[in-house]
């Protein structure tokens, strides 16, 4: 098994992310199993924020990660259907599907946890899994993103 990360320039376009596709279905034609981690697709974290921020001058963080972590969703779902257009069996994951669990504040979280057991039985069913970076699932259940950079 192999991971691999593509942040945001990396996947800010349907080129792109067609491109990393490629690259995916090279690995995967070689023989290799993928996890691919993956940012929001250019700009669309700072987008998303200002457009918070146009709704309310301090959004509660919360409510500002439930918002954020929708730009890693876009991208593993786009990512996994090209993957697919190109015979590739592919799946996209939240933080949520994997038990990718995290302690700490909003907005700033850490990851403490992750179900091996649940991606490994995915990643034996197929040959790629698409998973969003940048979040993960508190104890309450919440979305919480892993800070910036």
């Known amino acids: ?3 691999q990360k593509y942040g945001g320039s990396s996947v800010a ?6 491109s990393v596709a490629e690259k995916i279905a ?17 700009k669309t974290t700072n987008s998303l924020i200002a457009l918070a921020e146009e ?10 990660d439930m918002l954020l972590s929708t730009g890693e969703q876009v991208t593993s779902a786009l990512l996994a259907m090209a993957l697919c257009d190109m015979g590739i069996p592919a ?3 939240n933080a949520f599907q994997l038990g990718l669990t995290a302690t700490g ?6 990851i403490t946890d992750l179900d091996i057991r ?7 069913r197929r040959s790629v899994l698409v998973v969003t970076g ?3 699932i508190t104890p309450d259940g919440d979305v919480a993103t892993l800070g910036r950079g």
């Open 134 to 136: 940048f979040q993960g």
């Open 55 to 64: 709704v309310s001058p301090e959004p509660t963080p919360r409510e500002l």
């Open 105 to 110: 504040s909003f907005n700033n979280a850490r």
């Open 13 to 18: 376009t349907a080129g792109k992310i067609r």
């Open 118 to 124: 649940r991606l490994m039985s995915q990643l034996n």
């Open 91 to 93: 799946l996209s994951y």
């Open 26 to 42: 090279g690995r995967v034609r070689g023989g290799e199993k993928v996890v691919a981690v993956v940012s929001a697709m250019g």
């Open 1 to 3: 098994m192999i991971v």
